[in-house]
């Protein structure tokens, strides 16, 4: 009875009166009910930040041609790539930072500057005069938008304990719509004046800067979002000016024993000496998952970046003279059906053949797929149009599919107290690949574009060779001894 006694008193959770995480641990005891309000509010601050990374895909050939950076028409895949990798250096750069910021001051607070960021860096984006001044924006749109680890933790610790997956299902979900979405209004409100000639003149505001429109709206919704934030709730405990774990109250009940002797008299154990945790950098499981997951990325944004261009590229030199609202349908196509199997069909392949093989089955299917892109330049009319679609439904629903996978490899082989360092650990390392992505992408098309002629692998057929090089290594990647799950 008295074990019982020193067990109830240890399981019952101390509250300060003052410290906002214990505030919200108190509202979720007496919440009851599906928590609709806070997975809304999660999902509008995710796509909010999500929104803008991608946007400016389909129009950043006609961005950079119109700067007059590029001496010829081949070159602007090359100052296109700079544009595209900024944004992910920056966040490379900053967010380890931006997680400790949200360890030690709260969450709430890096929301709120990531989602101002948004609004004012994608603002400026959108005016831009030259290309130092695009550059220098999306480099301040990724260094200052922090979100994306710390909403992970948020999100984690905003539900009752049976809704957390769901919590972290929200994020991924509303990430996903965020960078398909994006790159659909971006397709669709870049150069109104050019589409919309009797609504705008070339001679007003959005005709002196074309690519204005798609960033304003983002950025307006952003600055509803921004607003919103501020009635969000804070999850980080604070207590006498400390940060401090929402499971540190449990740690005596964990370190602890007792024993009840044979006269009833209740006589305490020394404390457990608590096990050190393994350096997540010794978790070969864990740190081959994230060099797997990079080369994927790496990989996956070459291609968004090649993608956009190359389908805005010129007939001559190898692309599909695209205009940027026929390249918005087709992300737009592509994400409805991405949507639908992340949804309805992923869990099911995931539960009959495994995470692992979802990756390499994805990985191996995409190698031929990306094969005949080049092949599709030279069909035109509804033939184009259907096996454009279909190429980038698949390409798309593979790619995810890989993601997902391996997010799930890397969080299954952590203890979960350390699934937040192991996630900011692959932010990094995924964020510096990604910035290699565009970079090296756009480079490569525009070197391809000048090697028309070339016997082996000419024009844009190289760049597609090269893709299928990185992810057939990947592939290779994902077989042991590289890749294990124990």
């Known amino acids: 009875m008295a074990e019982e006694e020193f067990s109830e008193g240890l399981l019952k959770k101390e509250y300060y009166p003052d410290c906002p995480g214990c505030k919200l641990d108190q509202q979720k005891e007496l919440q009851r009910g599906f928590p609709y309000r806070d997975l809304f509010s999660m999902w509008i601050v995710v796509v909010a930040t999500a929104l803008p990374i991608s ?32 944004y992910m250096l920056g966040r490379a750069l900053t967010s380890v930072f931006w997680g400790l910021i949200a360890d030690r001051y709260g969450r709430k607070p890096v929301i709120i500057i990531g989602s101002l960021t948004v609004v ?11 290309y130092w001044m695009a550059i220098t924006t999306r480099f301040l749109l990724g260094s200052l938008n922090g979100l994306l680890g710390p909403i992970k933790a948020y999100a984690s610790e905003l539900f009752r304990e049976e809704h957390q997956a769901l919590g972290m299902s929200t994020v991924s979900t509303a990430w996903g719509i965020g ?57 980080l405990h604070k207590h006498n000016g400390k940060s401090r774990s929402n499971t540190d109250s449990f740690e005596a009940l964990e370190t602890a024993s007792f024993l009840i002797d044979a006269n009833g008299k209740e006589e305490k154990n020394e404390i457990r000496e608590q096990t050190p945790k393994k ?122 599919s890989i993601v997902t996978g391996l997010f799930i490899l890397q969080n299954r082989v952590v203890d979960q107290e350390q699934r937040g360092a192991a996630n900011g650990i692959a932010m990094t390392a995924m964020s510096l690949f990604k910035a290699v992505g565009p970079a090296v992408g756009g480079a490569l098309l525009s070197w391809a574009e000048k090697r028309q002629d070339a016997s082996f692998f000419p024009g844009v057929s190289m760049v597609f060779f090269l893709l299928n090089v990185v992810e057939f290594i990947a592939v290779l990647m994902t077989f042991k001894p590289f890749l294990t799950t124990a």
């Not at 007059?68 to 081949?74: G, N």
């Not at 004012?120 to 030259?130: A, E, K, P, R, Y």
């Open 120 to 130: 004012v860096c994608n603002t400026l984006f959108g005016l831009s005069v030259n």
């Open 55 to 86: 946007s400016l895909f389909p129009f950043l050939y006609f961005m950079i041609r119109d700067l007059h950076i590029a001496e010829r028409e081949e070159d602007i895949g090359y100052y296109a790539g700079y544009v595209g990798s900024a």
């Open 179 to 235: 960078l398909i979405v994006g790159p659909a209004l971006g397709g669709f409100f870049a150069q109104p004046a050019e589409k919309y000639p009797h609504l705008f003149s070339k001679d007003s505001f959005l005709g002196r800067f074309p690519y204005f429109l798609p960033c304003i709206v983002i950025s307006v919704f952003a600055l509803g979002v921004t607003i919103a934030s501020f009635w969000l709730p804070e999850t």
């Open 279 to 400: 350096s997540l950098f010794k978790n070969w499981p864990l740190m081959s998952a994230i060099i797997v997951y990079c080369f994927f990325s790496l990989h996956d944004m070459a291609y968004s970046e090649i993608f956009s261009l190359w389908a805005v590229t010129p007939q001559k030199l190898g692309g599909l003279s695209y205009t940027t609202e026929d390249v918005g349908e087709v992300l737009a196509i592509s994400g409805f059906g991405l949507l639908v199997f992340q949804s309805c069909l992923y869990p099911i392949v995931e539960k009959l053949i495994g995470v692992v093989m979802v990756c390499r089955v994805a990985g191996a299917i995409s190698i031929p797929l990306l094969a005949i892109y080049p092949c599709i330049a030279l069909l035109s009319g509804v033939g184009l149009f259907l096996l454009l679609n279909v190429a980038s439904l698949v390409k798309n629903v593979l790619s995810i």
